[in-house]
């Protein structure tokens, strides 16, 4: 069975960082577009940060642009995130996907396979 394995969530307290890493079972999707969602308590999911098959193209919510950065490791099958100067609001379980084609997708209808999630708390 095909996995996504997301690792590095924690409690910090605002303004630190922290890096997720996600890694696939399996190197079938190895070029899949890959990307990052976050769910809140409460909140219906969003979208985090997205990259395409080759990692030249990447996209990133306006709510952590110029925080956040999505980058991949086609060669280790994983695809990272960069979390710096978290804020209190960026609470809540991160989510790493995979999805067909070619591009950074930024809806989550599009991507096929999920992981079970890591949970990110930033304190005030």
């Known amino acids: 069975q095909v996995q996504l394995v997301e690792s590095g969530g924690g409690l910090v307290q605002a303004g630190a960082s922290l890096r997720l890493s996600c890694a696939a079972s399996?190197?079938?999707?190895?070029?899949?577009?890959k990307g990052w969602f976050r769910q809140a308590p409460g909140k219906e999911r969003e979208f985090v940060a997205s990259?395409?098959?080759?990692?030249?193209?990447?996209r990133t919510s306006d709510s952590v642009k110029g925080r956040f950065t999505i980058s991949r490791d086609n060669a280790d099958n994983t695809v990272t995130l960069q979390m710096n100067s978290l804020k209190p609001e960026d609470t809540g379980v991160y989510y790493c996907?995979?999805?067909?084609?070619?591009?950074?997708?930024?809806?989550?209808?599009?991507?096929?396979?999920w992981g079970q999630g890591t949970q990110v708390t930033v304190s005030s």
């Open positions: 399996e190197r079938t999707f190895i070029y899949w577009p």
């Open positions: 990259i395409n098959w080759n990692g030249k193209e990447t």
């Open positions: 996907a995979a999805g067909r084609g070619r591009t950074a997708w930024t809806e989550g209808s599009y991507y096929e396979l």
